[in-house]
């Protein structure tokens, strides 16, 4: 009989059920993981919610390899057994993107212009070998999957926060370019926000100010335990105020927005935190697509830097890998749900607020006892 694989597969907005699928036949070129933990994020959110069904979610993958074909291991350098994190990129390899590791750029890999493009976690599974997401007993892995070895010390649940991590490195570092005395305002301390705080603070910050609303109080306390200087409760108290009372008035260096969807609001604060010239602000656009008067005179006047924030490089993620595994902070107080397969929709909307309390940053280990 064949090897059968749980999954849980989205099947229609908001509904998943739990489903099987033929273990892959794997050549010479390609390989499987075997999934420990898939971590989750406010993208899953919004993509649950989503049109494309017969999903496998699951994108920010941690496991080990199951096994692999030769050809595969002798490319990546890899043994089986090692204990890998896989990037949701699928990238050509071939163009200019590629050859940078900037896999998120490649036209192979944007799901948004190429019907075609195949993203773990984002794919139908109606695509052959159908193990396209973490949210299974196994993924499958082709020949340009593309994986960085988990150090030594770092476990599967730690390097499970990688990928918010690696935006961290991306947008800290190489976006905004955060360095030695740098001010920088980070608004949302949900898991991306608190390892902006970690990267900032790594990198020299002088000062790291993290807002968040009343809901938010434990995250808040977690940024404080991971070196945020100033945590201000949105709330409570207004956040221009604040940041021109701890910059004796001049403001920030850099804006970052990590709120998921506070828009044009998070976008104005930003703004106006930010020094009287050549600040720098970092912008997601996931909700609010456009936004009428868009402050442009502002922006000219003000001579700002605008960077956007879109995943993450492949140096950024082996920084990150680097930075997880020197436990110089206690990111693993962020590490606050473990879900098991029979529990992803529950997993998900905790992450959307909606189901467990206090959620920061949640993951599915799809070999976790079930539940019920
Ligand atoms: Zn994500
Ligand atoms: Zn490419």
Redesign the pocket.
């Known amino acids: 009989m064949a090897e059968m694989v749980p999954c849980a597969v989205k099947t229609g907005p908001s509904t998943t059920e739990l489903r099987e699928f033929k273990m892959p036949e794997i050549d010479d070129e390609s390989a499987i993981l075997k999934v420990e933990v898939a971590?989750?994020?406010?993208?899953?959110v919004k993509n649950y919610k989503g049109s494309i069904d017969n999903v496998i979610m699951g994108?920010?993958n941690v496991g080990r390899i199951y096994k692999a074909g030769k050809k595969w291991l002798d490319r990546k350098g890899f043994k089986e057994g090692d204990l890998v994190f896989l990037e949701?990129y699928l990238p050509c390899t071939r163009c200019e993107w590629c050859h940078k590791g900037e896999y998120r750029h490649c036209f192979f890999t944007d799901w948004h212009h190429n019907p075609g493009a195949i993203r773990y976690?984002y794919t139908t599974s109606d695509i052959a070998p159908h193990l396209w997401g973490g949210f299974a007993h196994y993924l499958y892995m082709p020949w340009n999957a593309v994986c960085h070895k988990v150090p030594d010390g770092v476990s599967a649940e730690l390097a499970g926060i990688g990928?918010?991590m690696a935006n961290g490195v991306q947008w800290t570092l190489f976006e905004a370019g955060i360095g030695y005395g740098s001010k920088v305002l980070i608004q949302g301390p949900g898991q991306q926000g608190l390892c902006q705080v970690v990267t900032a603070k790594q990198a020299g910050a002088d000062l790291i100010i993290i807002s968040g609303t009343s809901k938010d109080a434990k995250r808040l306390e977690v940024a404080k335990q991971l070196g945020a200087d100033v945590i201000i409760d949105v709330d409570k108290t207004d956040v221009l105020e604040k940041v021109r009372e701890v910059t004796s008035g001049k403001g920030v260096d850099v804006s970052i927005d990590c709120t998921a969807g506070a828009g044009q609001k998070a976008f104005f604060t930003g703004l106006r935190a930010l020094k009287g010239k050549a600040g720098t602000l970092v912008v997601q656009g996931n909700e609010s697509k456009t936004f009428p008067d868009f402050p442009m005179e502002e922006l000219t006047l003000k001579y700002v830097t605008i960077k956007s924030a879109r995943g993450h490089s492949y140096v950024a993620c082996e920084l990150a890998m680097q930075q997880l595994a020197s436990h110089r902070f206690p990111i693993e107080n962020a590490l606050t749900h473990t879900f098991s397969l029979d529990q992803v929709d529950l997993a998900i909307r905790s992450v959307g607020g909606q189901g467990e309390k206090d959620c920061i940053h949640v993951n599915v280990k799809p070999w976790k006892e079930a539940a019920a």
């Open positions: 971590g989750i994020c406010g993208s899953d994108h920010e949701h976690g990928t918010p």
